[in-house]
């Protein structure tokens, strides 16, 4: 048996060599690659792990954000929310149009009505029909009163601007005075 083991002690050592088995002692060190390696890879570990709580914080404040906006802002309006605001819109601006007419329609019937009775009253208070300026001519005359016009006064006998600036030889419309005495020809 004693030679058996002799013979077994060089068999195991050289299978050992030709199968790539390395004996390795406690003191022995990995390779200088492999601890460059080592070293690079925990490096970027490290820098990864740094981004990556820069990015969970960035996600957290984004979050908040956006909750306080949603909580600020009112809820987004549907499309027929949004149609029903723009019908009533668009029934305002009717009305609006619609009074504006009126208004306008109004303002005329007011200025026809005061230009009647203002008609009426130069008539009624003038003096009686004056003296004819010519034979061929007849007519009454006219004060002219403080904020009167010519336009006005012609507008209340019914007798045309021109008319009047002929007949009372006027070199303009606007050259009458309060108290100047105008002849309305009929």
Do not use: W
């Amino acid at each position: 048996m004693k030679s058996v083991l002799k013979l077994l002690f060089p068999a195991a050592g050289l299978l050992c060599a030709v199968s790539g088995c390395v004996t390795v002692g406690e003191d022995s060190a990995p390779p200088a690659a492999t601890q460059a390696d080592v070293g690079y890879l925990r490096e970027e570990i490290r820098r990864l792990n740094a981004r990556l709580d820069a990015t969970d914080g960035e996600i957290g404040r984004l979050q908040g954000e956006l909750q306080a906006t949603r909580a600020a802002a009112p809820d987004t309006a549907s499309a027929a929310e949004v149609r029903s605001v723009q019908t009533q819109l668009d029934d305002v601006q009717q009305q609006v149009r619609a009074v504006d007419a009126a208004r306008i329609k109004d303002r005329q019937e007011i200025y026809d009505d005061i230009a009647k009775k203002v008609s009426s009253l130069m008539k009624s208070s003038a003096p009686a029909r004056a003296a004819a300026r010519s034979p061929s001519q007849t007519g009454i005359e006219h004060v002219v009163q403080p904020g009167e016009t010519l336009s006005v006064i012609a507008s209340a006998y019914g007798v045309k601007l021109s008319v009047l600036v002929q007949a009372n030889q006027l070199k303009s419309a606007d050259q009458i005075k309060v108290g100047q005495k105008l002849f309305i020809p009929d």
